[in-house]
């Protein structure tokens, strides 16, 4: 069945260095949501993205989806201690939104 | 505006005893769903719910029940506790499934011994 890959699982920068964590299909995804989890908090969502090719920025965060609807990623510019959590990719398959394993990010100061 | 609300925020469970994780909404949400977290891994879905009177399986659905008699209710249920149940588990809702963006609780961890 449909399965999104989110690779690294793990990441550990140094603060202002950046980030990209990467989600990636074996098939055409209709849509790709991203969350945030916190150490011990619950995920929180960031962003949609349903078209193909399709960018959308929030402040230092670049959202990306591939131009066939296959790929998706998510960049953060200049970390801040405030980055750190697991970044999760989501995406529709019938009525059940499936997440990907997520990507732990870790920013030492 | 509380959100998503559930309860209990941590329990322990005995090999075999059943119990019941509330999940309540106060945004007037059709959809609601439960997912399991384990360490290192990812949300998976257990059940899911497009509006009061219907149910659904999610990935994970052995071991659980759910109901939904209301729009603002969605109880998870463990009918015999198992330690591989042990988990957190997060309560979801969004307006409706074609809006998309998931509102989570706050998590219930669940330990069984």
């Known amino acids: 069945g449909q399965q999104v890959m989110q690779i690294p699982q793990y990441q550990h920068v140094q603060e202002g260095e950046d980030f990209t964590t990467y989600c990636n299909s074996s098939t055409t995804l209709s849509n790709i949501q991203w969350y945030k989890q916190r150490p011990g908090g619950h995920p929180v969502f960031l962003i949609q993205l349903v078209k193909s090719g399709e960018v959308k920025k929030q402040k230092r965060l670049t959202f990306q989806f591939g131009e066939a609807k296959k790929n998706s990623s998510l960049h953060i510019t200049a970390t801040q201690t405030t980055d750190v959590g697991t970044y999760f990719c989501a995406y529709n398959a019938g009525n059940m939104l499936t997440f990907g394993g997520g990507t732990r990010l870790m920013v030492k100061p | 505006n509380a959100g998503v609300t559930q309860t209990p925020k941590f329990q322990v469970l005995k090999t075999g005893q059943s119990m019941t994780l509330q999940c309540a909404q106060d945004?007037?949400?059709?959809?609601m769903s439960w997912y399991r977290q384990d360490p290192g891994m990812g949300l998976r879905l257990i059940h899911y719910s497009v509006g009061a009177g219907i149910t659904d399986q999610g990935e994970v659905p052995n071991g659980y029940n759910v109901s939904r008699s209301t729009t603002e209710d969605f109880p998870l249920r463990l009918l015999s506790a198992a330690p591989s149940q042990t988990s957190v588990y997060f309560c979801?809702?969004?307006?409706?499934?074609?809006?998309?963006?998931?509102?989570f609780g706050e998590g219930s961890r669940l330990t069984v011994l």
């Open positions: 945004m007037n949400h059709e959809y």
């Open positions: 979801a809702s969004s307006r409706d499934f074609a809006t998309g963006e998931l509102f």
